[in-house]
């Protein structure tokens, strides 16, 4: 199927974990997209992979602007450009550009990838004056809110959000999790569909590590979602010989995650994560515990879920027990599980790695997975049963 354009807040770049999603389940697929349209400057901030970006198109809102950023300061600009008047204009601004690009066509074919409400409310402007026919794909729902142990949307756009998945030719979703959820909300079905990834050539076989002092592995964001969990690891770890090595593109690392336990490593090259990661006796994945971002532990499987279940390493998840990672790793027995943030809990977690019967039953599930579910065949097949039909 060809699209006329790809509408999202992020690009299809080679620097965060949906825009590797999104190259290795589409593949040649993405030749057949037109534009690659972007409605705020998260695009153009980590922009899109240079072989994508001759048809790239960039819409920031006017509070987005480096100029209006220069004058107002970045917090007044972000808290104007989030407002409900405000998204509406600067839809209906997209929604008018996206029109004089296709001219005279009369019906338009998108793949659209909302994460919070800018995409959203540009597509329904756009289809007040254009047929369109689009595919869906939530990899982050950024506006739905945990407040008080409800479930909330913003009341300016939950049933614009509601209109947009039932109205969609087909929708993708990044866990069971979220498409349990959009089916009682909603009353949508969906497919679920998250990054994939493939096993290393000549990986050598895992030893068990039962004696010397464990090498633990981080790749990825040292951000909000991850931050209160890595605390809590380098908490547990502080005055052990255990040693964990993060690898991050963060310009500045918290000065809260340094010790004598932790090394951060930097940022490591995309094709060079899984050569990296069998240096490791384990892979850490930290999920955050705190109820300001459960929309994403609870919700969201990370990118880096399947790279580590493809490295032939064993996985170390610590996050809540609701977190959709937390469950699906679980569920296949394919990961030591904490889920708690207690000293305790982690640190006897953690001396699972000694155990060689654990460990083979735990990486022969994880091969099994990345050769039925989480590789980039059976990912992308999904994905072309929907797309061909």
Not at 170 to 188: C, D, K, L, T
């Amino acid at each position: 199927m060809r699209f006329d354009f790809y509408v999202s807040a992020m690009s299809v770049s080679d620097l965060h974990g949906g825009g590797l999603t999104l190259q290795r389940v589409l593949g040649d697929d993405l030749e057949d997209i037109a534009y690659f349209i972007h409605v705020n400057r998260f695009g153009s901030d980590i922009p899109i992979s240079p072989k994508f970006q001759s048809r790239s198109i960039d819409i920031p809102s006017l509070w987005d602007s480096d100029i209006a950023r220069k004058i107002l300061g970045r917090t007044l600009s972000a808290k104007l450009s989030r407002m409900p008047v405000m998204i509406k204009l600067h839809s209906k601004h997209t929604a008018k550009v996206i029109k004089t690009r296709f001219g005279k066509k009369r019906e338009l074919h998108a793949l659209i990838c909302p994460q919070g409400a800018d995409a959203i409310n540009a597509i329904h402007q756009l289809k007040k004056v254009k047929r369109v026919k689009y595919i869906t794909w939530v990899m982050d729902d950024h506006l739905l809110q945990y407040v008080n142990g409800v479930w909330q949307y913003p009341e300016f756009v939950e049933n614009i959000f509601a209109d947009h998945l039932r109205k969609a030719q087909h929708v993708f979703v990044i866990s069971p999790a979220m498409q349990q959820f959009y089916e009682e909300r909603f009353g949508v079905s969906s497919t679920v569909l998250f990054g994939s990834s493939d096993r290393p050539e000549d990986a050598p076989e895992y030893c068990v590590n039962k004696e010397s002092a464990l090498r633990i592995g981080y790749f990825g964001a040292v951000a909000s979602w991850q931050h209160d969990a890595l605390l809590a690891v380098k908490n547990a770890i502080e005055d052990t010989s255990t040693k964990l090595d993060i690898y991050s593109g963060v310009e500045e690392f918290p000065a809260e995650l340094q010790s004598a336990e932790v090394n951060f490593k930097g940022r490591v090259a995309p094709h060079e994560v899984q050569t990296t990661m069998l240096d490791y006796d384990a892979m850490l994945l930290p999920i955050s515990f705190e109820d300001g971002l459960r929309n994403m532990s609870q919700f969201n499987i990370a990118t880096k879920m399947s790279e580590y279940l493809a490295c032939g390493i064993p996985i170390v998840v610590v996050g809540p027990p609701y977190a959709a990672m937390v469950n699906y790793l679980q569920e296949h027995n394919a990961a030591i599980v904490i889920s708690s943030n207690a000293k305790d809990d982690i640190i006897n977690g953690m001396e699972q790695l000694r155990s060689e019967a654990l460990i083979q039953e735990i990486l022969k599930n994880a091969e099994t997975l990345v050769n039925t579910e989480v590789g980039t065949l059976p990912m992308r097949k999904r994905w072309s049963s929907v797309v061909n039909s």
